[in-house]
């Protein structure tokens, strides 16, 4: 991504999906496998050096992983990944009744990846704070990508925000995260928004308001 081989919309998408079902795989192993350390640095493309070869994800380096029987209990994150590793897992963030053997800890690392392939820029701790988080992501992937479908932005948006939530448990499961960002795939492929999701009528009012700004209540959350 920084030495711009993969300048595509639809290969950044990609990129994010196969890393999503890696880390999927591994949860839904019967040991449960956490990686808890994800972050572009341990994310590889095999054999790919050119924007029109085959994207092939591997995630490596579980030197920080969880799985089930095994002994260590929390993981604590240094300065340089605080970007990409959840607030548990962070000396400021930790709290005592919260655990780091959580799937969401590998939500929240996994959403700050999507936010780094779409972006070009690594979080900075607590990003997820700042304010207009949301909404200056949506400014910045609408500036970087031309996307024919104005909610489609704010769709992405919204799915990193959510899988990056403060608190653990209101933070999207992984397998939503992957449909969300499958469902995007399909729409840039087909170049149409299926008339059945609720994207279609956000889609309308996103066009209908023009750039004013529109509330969306989905799964309980504004």
């Known amino acids: 991504i920084r030495k711009g081989l993969i300048p595509r919309f639809e290969k950044r998408i990609e990129v994010i999906i196969q890393v999503a ?3 999927l795989k591994a949860h839904q192993l019967e040991e449960i496998v956490l990686h808890r350390d994800l972050k572009p640095e341990n994310v590889i493309l095999e054999n790919y050096y050119y924007d029109n ?11 920080l992983s969880w799985h089930k029987g095994a002994m260590e209990m ?31 800890v590998d939500a929240y690392g996994l959403g700050m990846v999507g936010y780094y392939a779409l972006l070009d820029e690594d979080p900075k701790p ?10 200056e992501m949506k400014c910045k992937i609408e500036n970087r990508f031309k996307i024919n479908w104005k909610a489609v932005r704010r769709f992405l948006a919204r799915t990193i ?13 992984i397998d939503n995260f992957l449909e969300s960002f499958i469902l ?3 729409i840039v492929n087909r170049n149409e928004i299926p008339c059945t999701h609720p994207l279609f009528l956000e889609e309308i009012a996103s066009r209908l308001v023009e750039n004013q700004a529109y509330e969306v209540k989905d ?3 504004d």
């Open 126 to 135: 607590n990003q997820h704070l700042f304010p207009n988080y949301q909404e």
């Open 53 to 63: 070869e085959d994207i092939i994800v591997k995630v490596f380096d579980f030197d």
């Open 219 to 221: 799964f309980g959350r």
């Open 184 to 186: 995007v795939r399909d």
């Open 161 to 173: 925000e959510y899988a990056t939530k403060d608190k653990q448990n209101e933070r999207i499961p």
């Open 74 to 104: 929390s993981v604590v994150h240094g300065a340089r990944a605080q970007g990409y590793a959840a607030p548990e897992q962070t000396a400021i963030g930790k709290k005592d009744d919260i655990t780091t053997r959580h799937t969401a």
């Open 21 to 23: 079902e890696i880390v």
